[in-house]
């Protein structure tokens, strides 16, 4: 970290913060130059926020050089992380992160009954799905609106993994839920609640893999720094989503952020995959961004497919039909070759 | 609500499309023009949002004309709700909402110990202000920075009050903790909790005043919506804080955007509060945000006083000390007096 | 548009309101609601804005059916516009827009001599580029950056597009710089003049094709509506382009939003093309970006190559080397060749 | 500015970099700490920016320590800059920035006729504005809005001023216009055109005050840097006006940004005003708004009033009545005792 200090800065007040720095465990590394003065402090600055060094009103300003996560870094952990999804009724799955396919994700937004999970996870399996993604716990903006089937949802995607093999993916909301969840194979922690910290604690203590989705206005580094939280409790297998963010336009409900991949897969190990559904909200579009959520490298895809969305209880206006999702992965199967990449 | 239907609708689904919507309770208003054929939903829109519409391909566009929330709406409640606190130690107290007060919160961002929240607690009870607010479970970006000191935190608190009389605001962070906070005056509920829909329902089960903050990006409906699930739960006492939200520029921390006061009193009867400190993050700032607040029209304020901001463990930065606190009290008084407001 | 009126408008206040509307040209479709009266508002309403009826206390919300824009909308003019660009100087050339090709214009930020805009344009030549782009006028944030060589600047332009044939794209700043574009073969409206109401309507006096860029923080109705001034004055050869839009995070100069892409496409007859230089600001990433621009259907790409871009006078950080340039190209044709295009 | 060397920089690299920086002009101060190396640039480093730097692949961050803006900062000018206005036509008149009073500009959106702009004028003269504003040339979204009257509306202006003395401020939006605009007393540059810099160019050549709109989604070192592009001409009577800013919310039109009143006054010596009718686009919350830029300390304010609104041909949903406009300056002379300032 390089700390700028005012010009004309007292020095006992600069000594006492060179004493409070030291007893931090930090070296520190002096360079005086004709206007300012500057501390460089050498050691591990992660338990260290520029903001608390603004509160001395001799410092002029406060700048990281290395990343205030560790663990979620590449510099500490070169290598990719490979998350290796086996089902937990025994027969299909898949890696995420492996460098060499892009595992896609489908399923209906909200667990809406047996029949209805069981021919979707079907249908995407026949077309090429990974994984079987289904909403038990719904996260919505009104408390009128269909809340999901909770654990009742929970035991019909559990018939549908059987039914099919497919893994199964769904979002955890609170951590009294946890007991329930021990046996799903990948836990998404929504954008809601991506600095909900009490829950990112505790997910951080179990050992399923977690799909973090990035919140609607988080910054990259608050979203690795969510990532970190969960790491630093114990887990380290974290996938990170990209679901679209917030701006000033709404022409699209969120607008998708696709640099983020490149930029992740260079600061961090961890895989990263896209949800294009979240992101536009619009049926038509989905596959669109989902090509070029494959053209940037991403690690898989989550989608939505429902058999019938006009008639969906939740998001029915941004999922595929079956034979919509079917012609997409033909297509995504000649981005991803492109890729040296199958699906 | 208004549907606007495509041009060329074919008549079949039109008919489906008005046959469900009747099934779920609603009358229809149908209104052909040249181009276009519009329905009214009439009755109880709150449990249909305009984007399931949208599943629908023959809808063009579906905008409502009613806010979605009910309970927090003026138009359903149109006396302003005034929420009374008498300090549950006995002594002190005040009332947040009735018009004729402006109530300040005060205190440390993070409770450090006994002698620090006590002596700011007397300060600032000197000073005017009407309760006490401190951080005993603290939301950090980082796993690594200061995390409150928990539940002792609170008991430190709970002496403070008992010292000076002045009821306690303080966040709640999980459900888990809730039976630690039976005792708390004020309950905060979080910027980056505001849409953790599990916990809104938890505490809208007890009778404890619930004070809401605006997520960084929440939109009014957003925060509103909220506001609406503690209510549907059960607790009506909610007070509204607005706390700066993220935009594009960051010469402060966030935007303190000061026209949602009047644009709340005007939409909600709830009470509205200001939090300049950690809007702008800037001491120096603080006390002029806080004159912009009273001006227009916040029913109160809360605001970060230390009595060592440079050594504070969290939010220094923003803090002001106890002098700096009385001195604006004095302002905001004069401030308060040209509404026909006191502190 | 349609036009909400309140709950118990005096009906004399209607009538002169409906009386103020058909004097403008337009029918009426009443429909009476239990709660609300809402007007339809039938004919040419682009000369209308909603915000203006709000000045009418009656009015409780006005919303378009149709888009503010005509000339820029397909359903006005359903078959795209293909613009056709010979070089002014005779030989290469290239259409846009034809729904075959995906063409790129390659070249520096900033001309900075006869040598170094030669080499580069020979370069990309060879590599396939299709266009030669170089700014001579360039807009800075601040006055004591590099302004461009201007009408010089120009001049080195046309030797380039002598020696190789390529038609040249350069950015035109101010009305009083017209006369010298006369020759250019396709004149840039940058983002920063995207509203620059006075220049829109002169450039829409020439026929040069003009590339609009998107403004930092336009919505895509502001974008066509500025592509609207454009059409308005006479010229319909309009190239729209996005190259990244501001937000809250700054991991990248702006985030690129390619979502436009398909939107725009469904939405207007024009080519719509994507600068990913300007978007992210970082050469590395430039070229993942340019792959997605391909997936997601873009009809063209500007990028920035430099022979030398640690020393580039401007945006050197965001300039690939000749040699990356010609690998980036071969991976392009890839993903062009997925949707039946060439470069 | 401080430079930060990536780990394990070739020395070689290093060392062109850093004659390359001493040919420029800087003294540089090197330290070497275990991970990286820095580099303070010591001088004039205006006329360098970061990102230029970071086209060397040996750099790993660029930061400033001064600001990139001179003439504007208040280090390099520290006394307040006031700008004392006297009509044109003889009479009144007043001072902007003196720290004594805050000047209220008044009158319509848009001139529409003789009547209509003295009638406004004597009014707001009445109610006790300093300034008579009003749109001859309108910057409007759409090419098929009113456009203003243009010349004649000048002409309206003038026979305005001499009938009440008001001094006149009102927006020029191309260079062409300025022969029209010698006799204006102050000339407003809207938000649209911030950053047109070839007009902030020409009238930096004047002698005119310019009040400078800071753009819908400038950063306030944007502004800061285009306030310098006039002054850098030669025009230090820059006048900065904050009109609200884009965020993700649309409650109001824009999000009025109060903080950057005290931010500017203690970054710049230039005057600030606050627009809260454009900022809000709402009638009834301008008011309120107003209150507040007095409390934050703005040096004026500019407001619309228009006789009619409900008949307005531009932004009558935002302007005032004279009978609204003169109690609302009734309760703003209170807002300002408090600081001891008048209107």
Redo the contacts between chains.
């Keep these: 970290m ?1 700390v ?1 200090l005012k010009n004309g800065a007292p020095s006992q007040k600069v000594d006492e913060l060179k004493a ?1 720095l030291k007893a931090r465990g930090l ?1 520190l ?1 002096e ?1 005086k ?4 003065t ?1 501390l ?1 402090l ?1 050691g591990d600055t ?2 260290i ?1 520029p ?2 060094l ?4 001799i410092v ?2 406060a ?1 990281r ?2 990343a ?2 560790k663990q979620a870094s590449r510099s500490f952990h070169p290598a990719d992380t490979v998350i290796a999804v086996l089902s937990k009724s025994g027969a299909a799955g898949a890696s995420i992160g492996d460098g060499k396919t892009c595992a896609v994700m489908a399923g209906p937004c909200s667990v809406e009954s047996e029949a209805q999970v069981v021919e979707v996870a079907k249908a995407v399996r026949a077309s090429g799905a990974r994984f079987l993604r289904g909403g038990a716990f719904k ?7 269909f809340q999901g089937l909770g654990a009742d949802g929970l035991e019909l995607l559990k018939i549908a993994r059987k039914e099919t093999g497919l893994p199964i993916v769904t979002e955890l ?4 839920q946890i007991p329930l969840f021990a046996d799903v194979d990948i836990i998404q922690i929504g954008a ?2 991506m ?5 990112l ?1 505790e997910v951080g203590k179990l050992s399923n893999p977690i799909l973090l989705k990035r919140g ?2 988080a ?4 979203f690795l ?1 969510s990532a ?2 969960i790491m ?2 114990g887990n380290e297998n974290v996938i990170l989503c990209e679901r679209g ?5 709404n ?3 969120n ?9 992740l897969k ?1 600061e961090t190990h961890l895989p990263v995959i896209i949800d294009p559904s979240h ?3 619009i ?3 989905v596959p ?2 989902a ?2 959520a ?4 991403a690690d898989g895809l989550i989608i939505e497919v429902h058999n019938n ?4 209880l ?6 595929l039909t079956p034979a919509q999702f079917a012609d997409l992965m033909g ?1 995504l199967s ?2 991803a070759a ?1 890729e040296g990449r199958t699906l």
């Design positions: 390089i700028v409070r070296d590394h360079s130059g004709a206007d300012v500057i460089g050498i992660s338990r926020q903001e608390e603004l509160a001395n009103d002029e300003s700048q050089v290395k205030p996560y996260p919505r903006t009104s408390p009128y609106s909301m609170a951590i009294n809601r609640n600095q909900n910290f009490d829950l604690k609607l206005s910054t990259v580094k608050e720094m970190e939280y630093a409790s963010i917030r701006t000033f336009d022409y699209t409900r607008c998708l952020d696709l640099s983020i991949v490149p930029y260079k992101a536009c909200g049926r038509w579009m669109t961004l090509k070029a494959v053209a940037v490298g969305p006009e008639k969906a939740c998001d029915g206006e941004q999922s297509v000649q981005y492109v």
